[in-house]
């Protein structure tokens, strides 16, 4: 079966070979990374799935806090870390967050285990199933600016694609992601837009469009999303080999039953 390469920004190809390299390494990496810490569970009492703790620790937390902290895995260890280009002027008055900043994820005192949500006084309700919860953690990792960064601004090649049924706010989540990654420094014309979520990555008819400050000024005065969306169309196979061709290092999924 033919592939048809379409045409995209001089910019995003000549990554292509440099991002297969490091997708390689970091593949490498993964393949024989070994948990730090014996990954921990603790069921909810109710038949219900439980919390999983990550086997990857970020080093920034207190090993003592570890238990008790939900967070995601990353790959900080493996990159290189930079100062963020906002340091000079302390991210313009604003400051930044720090790497052990927790948040509460447990707020909410019943008044009696028959008010709203106090089955899962402890966790989060599964959707369509009141009778298990996934219990979490009392803390979360705080998001926000960090003073350190782990990529390089002017290497980047980022795709935006939303996907799955419309609802508000779409086009507040592209325009926010494209005039972030330029005020960061990434060169005009390496944002792209994936047309018409997931099977726009392969679909012939679609071609990428390139998203820059100018193009999404405004958008979310609109409705829907100016990518337009679908449901399905998610081959993972065909996906990735474009991401490879393309050079792509970034890819921010919007939305969800793709």
């Not at 799955?164 to 926010?176: E, M, S, T, Y």
């Not at 944002?191 to 000024?217: A, E, H, N, Q």
Request: hydrophobic content about 35%; glycine content about 14%; some cysteine.
């Amino acid at each position: 079966m033919l592939h048809q390469r379409r045409a995209l920004p001089t910019q995003c190809r000549n990554n292509v070979g440099l991002v297969s390299i490091r997708a390689r390494r970091v593949q490498r990496v993964l393949a024989t990374a070994q948990p730090t810490a014996a990954p921990s569970s603790a069921g909810d009492g109710k038949g219900g799935v439980g919390y999983l703790a990550t086997p990857f620790t970020t080093g920034r937390v207190a090993a003592q806090d570890q238990d008790d902290i939900l967070e995601l895995k990353h790959l900080r260890n493996y990159l290189t870390p930079r100062d963020s280009p906002f340091v000079p002027g302390n991210n313009k008055g604003g400051g930044f967050v720090g790497d052990r900043d927790k948040v509460r994820l447990h707020t909410v005192e019943y008044e009696s285990p028959d008010s709203a949500g106090a089955f899962c006084a402890d966790g989060m309700a599964t959707v369509g199933d009141e009778d298990s919860c996934i219990l979490l953690p009392e803390w979360a990792i705080r998001c926000g600016p960090r003073k350190t960064i782990y990529h390089d601004p002017h290497q980047v090649c980022a795709a935006v694609v939303t996907c799955g049924g419309l609802c508000p706010g779409l086009n507040d989540v592209v325009a926010g992601i494209v005039n972030k990654l330029t005020d960061y420094g990434v060169p005009e014309g390496r944002i792209l837009g994936i047309k018409y979520g997931f099977r726009g990555f392969y679909d012939p008819t679609s071609k990428p469009v390139t998203l820059t400050k100018g193009s999404v000024d405004g958008i979310q005065l609109q409705g829907g999303t100016i990518l337009g969306t679908s449901r399905g169309g998610a081959n993972v196979k065909e996906i990735v080999k474009r991401i490879d061709l393309w050079g792509l290092n970034m890819v921010f999924v919007v939305g969800g039953n793709g």
